[in-house]
């Protein structure tokens, strides 16, 4: 019987490195159609981005043979989770690292409605919450991670940058040598005085980032 998992993120949030880093411990995928759709012979097919039409359209041509797959992996982006009987992962980067990311993309989200896309994404009910940072930063979250979602963590490379979006923000598809860029990308692109303001605000966001980051967002701020 097929396994499907649904992974759910926000733009520019470190979302493709933890995927393939998943899809590597299984095995290793390649691309199939582009970068829409990535298959490793009949054991895993993965869809990636399910809201661009291109990967609608394939998913539409292999929608009826799923089956034939031991693992079906499907990704979102900029969506809350649906209710499902599927493992639904979550993959959230702290919120000013990610706004950073996407102002350099040149994404011009709207912060407020970012905002309060982030904190539902991390109050959705019935998910698997993996963390960016703490995924990059240690071991033996990631070691624990993959006991959870049922793999192991037998290919541990962090350091792959997928060519999917143009890879970083900052750097497109280089590494960086110094793994605390990819957690100080605040400052690097810096927030207007408005969205400073509007983050600061928010004192919900605030006790997230204690709780699930360690990040006083009050003493950041200076960095902004």
């Not at 299984?26 to 981005?49: M, P, R």
């Not at 979250?141 to 541990?156: F, L, Q, V």
């Not at 990819?182 to 207007?192: D, G």
Request: hydrophobic fraction near 35%; glycine fraction near 4%; charged fraction near 25%.
């Amino acid at each position: 019987m097929t396994k499907f998992y649904k992974l759910y993120s926000l733009h520019r949030s470190g979302h493709h490195a933890i995927i393939f880093w998943i899809l590597n411990n299984l095995g290793g995928v390649e691309a199939k159609h582009s970068t829409s759709v990535y298959v490793q012979g009949q054991n895993i097919i993965y869809f990636n981005d399910m809201g661009w039409r291109g990967t609608k359209k394939y998913y539409n041509t292999y929608k009826n043979s799923l089956s034939d797959y031991g693992m079906c992996f499907e990704s979102y982006e900029n969506i809350l989770p649906s209710k499902s009987s599927n493992m639904t992962i979550c993959i959230l980067r702290d919120f000013v690292n990610m706004y950073a990311s996407q102002k350099k993309k040149k994404l011009n989200r709207n912060i407020r409605t970012t905002i309060q896309l982030w904190k539902n994404l991390y109050k959705a009910d019935d998910i698997i919450l993996i963390k960016y940072n703490s995924w990059l930063l240690d071991k033996d979250y990631r070691d624990n991670i993959a006991k959870i979602i049922g793999i192991e963590n037998i290919n541990d490379d962090t350091s792959q940058v997928p060519n999917i979006g143009g890879g970083s923000s900052f750097i497109n598809c280089k590494k960086e040598l110094d793994i605390q860029r990819y957690i100080s990308r605040y400052k690097f692109e810096k927030l207007t005085p408005n969205e400073i303001k509007i983050i600061l605000s928010d004192k919900e966001l605030i006790e997230i980032h204690k709780k699930e980051f360690d990040m006083d967002l009050n003493k950041l701020s200076k960095d902004f």
